[in-house]
């Protein structure tokens, strides 16, 4: 069992099959992938808001890979444990016109920077917050059947941006390989997420991943499944404050729950309406509480209390 490095100076931001692999592995083997945060450097340290008002979408998701397996067929199940996550001090977030839960809500650019130490993620300028650091790579998938060039932005049956936060360290994720050798690329790493990513970005970042992969032969699945360690978050110390919604729509129960969340962080707490949205979006969790009791349902949004200082 091989273990194998991938550096960041050749990616692909597209899912094609026919893109060649970078490097081969046996089953078994460990690749360790530096990926590029999010926007492929449109976003950096130095960035203002308006780094984000016009982005490139083309360069969205520079993927690190692709990694053949040797003897993953279509039909078989790839293994991915997810052994090591490493940030580099610094992330980012915010909101950009016509994109998020709130696009309409928030029509403006808007970047927030994160200052990344050890295991905590704080506001760059300021101890406001602060988020655990709880990592993942926000896109990790193996080449589609399909044949030609594919957007990475949405999920697809080849799992893409799935933005999962449970995928973190000591889970294992599950991907039905589409094409032989599975054709298999990382990247969109995220320092911290809350279940929704609401905003659209999760705290953004350049990461190290160290990834094992493993052929299952004796496992089919029709999409994406994973295992995931206890506890779901470190946040889970002290509690949360949630607000709900109800109604026909669970795509605008989400969107209101949100705003009185938002709006709760900006009275109570002092934040700026996007510097609450940011927060929600690295660290609010959305669940649908109810779906049972037609006509309508209910959308909770919780804020783990720990977070705000």
């Known amino acids: 069992m091989a273990e194998h490095y991938l550096d960041d100076s050749v990616v692909h931001a597209f899912w094609d099959s026919s893109y060649p692999p970078r490097i081969e592995i046996e089953t078994g083997d460990t ?6 945060e999010a926007v492929d450097g449109q976003v950096t340290p130095d960035s203002g808001h308006d780094a984000v008002a016009n982005l490139d979408f083309s360069r969205i998701h520079p993927l690190t890979g692709p990694v053949f397996v040797k003897g993953a067929k279509p039909g078989e199940t790839l293994e991915v444990e997810i052994l090591d996550l490493e940030h580099k001090g610094w992330g980012w977030n915010g909101h950009l016109p016509g994109f998020g839960l709130l696009a309409d809500d928030f029509d403006y650019p808007f970047v ?21 650091f709880e990592p993942f790579c926000g896109v990790m998938g193996v080449a589609p059947k399909e044949e030609g060039r594919l957007s990475t932005i949405p999920p697809r049956l080849n799992g893409g941006n799935i933005d999962i936060r449970g995928l973190t360290i000591g889970a294992t994720l599950y991907l039905p390989v589409q094409v032989e050798g599975a054709l298999f690329s990382t990247a969109d790493c995220h320092a911290a997420q809350g279940d929704g990513e609401v905003s659209g970005t999760g705290i953004e970042t350049p990461m190290t991943a160290t990834l094992r992969f493993n052929v299952r032969k004796d496992l089919a699945i029709k999409e994406l499944q994973f295992s995931t360690p206890s506890p779901l978050t470190k946040a889970d110390s002290k509690g949360y404050f ?23 962080l900006h009275i109570e707490h002092g934040l700026s309406r996007s510097e609450a949205y940011c927060l929600c979006s690295a660290a609010a969790d959305l669940k649908i509480s109810e779906i049972v009791d037609a006509p309508n349902w209910i959308v909770s949004c919780y804020m783990p209390l720990s977070v705000l200082k």
């Open 31 to 36: 690749v360790i992938f530096e990926c590029r």
């Open 112 to 132: 927030q920077h994160w200052r990344l130490e050890g295991d905590s993620c704080y506001f760059w300028d300021n101890d406001k917050v602060e988020v655990p």
């Open 242 to 264: 949630c607000t709900t919604a109800h109604g026909e729509d669970l795509y605008v129960n989400s969107q209101n729950a949100l705003r009185y969340m938002i709006e709760w």
